[in-house]
């Protein structure tokens, strides 16, 4: 039987002490299913957060972890078109309900879950691609355009919200405002693309978001930490505005203003990447594709380690301090 070199944990912690590498069979790709080979593997929090066991134990007794990634299609299962073979692709959700994610050689997943990278994008931005584009896609336009929109994003020098910033002003919106700390993610969040970037920290942050629109507050929101920012969001949104949260990590379990939001006709919208409906990711790849291939996003990468030293990725996302992906090389040669 064929092997691979994977990146596995068999019990949760710190990634250090629990990531090893490991000779594993190499999988065979089901009916449906594309195996690809792995060149860049994307490491994001929350891969981080299940193998530190933040979330409950390990759902399956070994694991691989990471959801993203970018390779090239090695073989083909029953029923997938042999014109696949050979195709350069990024992938998503490749360990969600499955044991075995992207970091690693070899993955088999269904063929819908590796989308045909562009000729001229590199591995590198095809493995940054999942979790943080989608999810920023989803929360930006879930909700109709925003062109000619005021624009939110909160946590802009993160992964999800660099770009966000970027995806906002490719959707027209008449101005794009980023909260930040730090001087250095202010930068980042003003080098994607924000109109205005405000320390949330520092001084009175919901004053400087309206001036930021001229008092007119602001249509759209694509919110971090729901609970923790819901006393400066709420003095800004517009009546009619949404909230769409991907996160609230500070405050899990918030207070819901819910007449002050409904006498507004607020919305809060939850998204979780994961679970996306088909639709909704159809039309972010295809968004994303396009904007691949007129060469209209950055990609930052904070971190870019072999995979025998891939714990430094997991050990990144667990950093606040992080500006961009944290990917874990594991071959040069697909």
Not at 141 to 158: H, R
Not at 171 to 188: D, P
Request: glycine share 12%; net charge neutral.
């Amino acid at each position: 039987m064929t092997s691979m070199t994977a990146l596995c944990y068999d019990r949760t912690g710190p990634a250090r002490e629990v990531l090893v590498l490991r000779d594993l069979p190499r999988p065979e790709p089901g009916p449906g299913e594309v195996l690809v080979r792995i060149a860049m593997s994307g490491a994001n929090p929350s891969d981080a957060k299940t193998r530190a066991g933040t979330r409950g134990p390990a759902p399956y007794a070994l694991m691989i972890p990471n959801s993203d990634g970018a390779g090239r299609i090695e073989a083909v299962g029953a029923g997938v078109d042999p014109a696949r073979l050979g195709q350069r692709v990024w992938i998503w959700n490749a360990c969600f309900g499955r044991p075995f994610g992207t970091a690693a050689q070899f993955v088999a997943l269904p063929e819908a879950q590796a989308v045909p990278l562009p000729d001229a994008t590199s591995y590198a931005t095809g493995a940054c691609l999942g979790i943080p584009a989608l999810t920023a896609h989803r929360c930006l336009f879930a909700d109709g355009p925003i062109a000619g929109q005021d624009v939110l994003i909160t946590g802009g020098a993160g992964s999800v919200g660099a770009y966000a910033v970027q995806m906002a002003r490719l959707g027209g919106a008449r101005s794009v405002t980023a909260t930040t700390s730090g001087r250095a993610k202010s930068a980042h969040a003003a080098a994607m693309g924000a109109d205005t970037v405000v320390n949330y920290r520092e001084g009175d942050p919901a004053g400087a978001i309206l001036a930021a629109t001229e008092g007119r507050g602001v249509d759209r929101i694509v919110e971090v930490e729901f609970g923790a920012n819901l006393a400066v969001t709420r003095k800004v949104l517009k009546p009619n505005g949404v909230i769409a949260a991907y996160g609230s990590m500070g405050e899990p379990e918030p207070v819901l203003p819910f007449y002050s939001m409904m006498f507004a006709a607020q919305t809060l919208r939850t998204v979780l990447v994961y679970i996306l409906p088909p639709a909704a990711r159809a039309q972010g790849i295809a968004e994303l594709t396009g904007w691949l291939e007129a060469d209209a996003l950055q990609h930052p990468v904070a971190v870019s380690v072999p995979l025998a030293e891939g714990w430094r990725a997991h050990e990144a996302c667990e950093s606040n301090a992080r500006i961009g992906a944290a990917l874990i090389e594991v071959a040069t040669d697909v």
